[in-house]
C-alpha cells in the first residue's frame, strides 16, 4: 500500500497534517492502517461490519458506514464536499451500481487541486466466460479494459494511468486532479 501513498503524494504533495484523506470503501481499514498518522484519515465503507472490524484496529481515523452512492453533503456538522485533499477508492467503484456517478460523487469532496485516485480490476478477454460462470449473474462487479473505465468514469481524463499486476490479477490505477471549475 506505499504504492498507493507514493501515488497520492507524486500528483498532489506530501501528506502531512494540514491534509485531510478520505478511503471511500475502506474495509476493515487496511490502507488506512498504513496511512501517515500525521494526516486526517476519514473511511467510508457500506458495510456496517468492516467499520466495526476497522474500529477495533484503534485505527487514527474517523470510520463511517456510508454508501458511496449514498455521500451525504454534511455530515455532523462538517461539510464534505469540497473537504478532502485525497480521495481513494481502491477496488471498489466496480462495485458499485452507477460507477459514472460514483465518480462524480467522489470528486466533489475534493477541494481544489485535490486528488482522486482509483483502482479497478482489468478485464482478461481469455479468461472471461470462467469469471461469468462463476459470478452467474450475482454481483454488479464490473471487469473492463483501460479504455472503457476511463470512458465510463466521464469526460475528464486521468492525470496518470497505471496497469499494475501479474498475469493472474491486473487492475488499473487512475489518478484524476480535480481542477478549480470541476
Not at 112 to 132: N, R, V, W
Request: hydrophobic share 35%; net charge negative.
Amino acid at each position: 500500500r506505499r504504492d498507493v501513498v507514493a501515488i497520492l503524494e507524486k500528483h498532489g504533495g506530501k501528506l502531512s497534517q494540514r491534509k485531510r484523506l478520505l478511503d471511500a470503501g475502506c474495509g476493515h481499514g487496511e490502507f488506512l492502517s498504513s496511512v501517515n498518522t500525521n494526516v486526517e484519515c476519514w473511511g467510508f465503507d457500506v458495510s456496517s461490519s468492516a467499520i466495526e472490524l476497522a474500529k477495533e484496529r484503534n485505527l487514527n481515523a474517523r470510520l463511517e458506514n456510508i454508501d458511496i452512492m449514498g455521500i451525504p453533503v454534511e455530515r455532523d456538522g462538517f461539510v464534505l464536499d469540497g473537504a478532502f485533499d485525497y480521495v481513494t477508492c481502491l477496488g471498489t467503484i466496480e462495485h458499485t451500481m452507477d460507477p459514472s456517478d460514483s465518480f462524480r460523487r467522489l470528486m466533489r469532496l475534493l477541494n481544489a487541486g485535490g486528488i482522486l485516485l482509483i483502482t479497478a480490476p482489468l478485464q482478461f478477454k481469455d479468461c472471461m466466460s470462467y469469471i461469468e460462470a462463476e459470478l452467474n449473474g450475482k454481483t454488479n462487479e464490473r471487469f473492463c479494459d483501460w479504455e472503457e473505465w476511463v470512458r465510463m468514469l466521464g469526460p475528464q481524463q486521468p492525470e496518470e494511468w497505471i496497469r499494475v499486476g501479474d498475469s493472474d490479477q491486473k487492475d488499473i490505477w487512475m489518478v484524476y486532479k480535480k481542477g478549480d471549475t470541476c
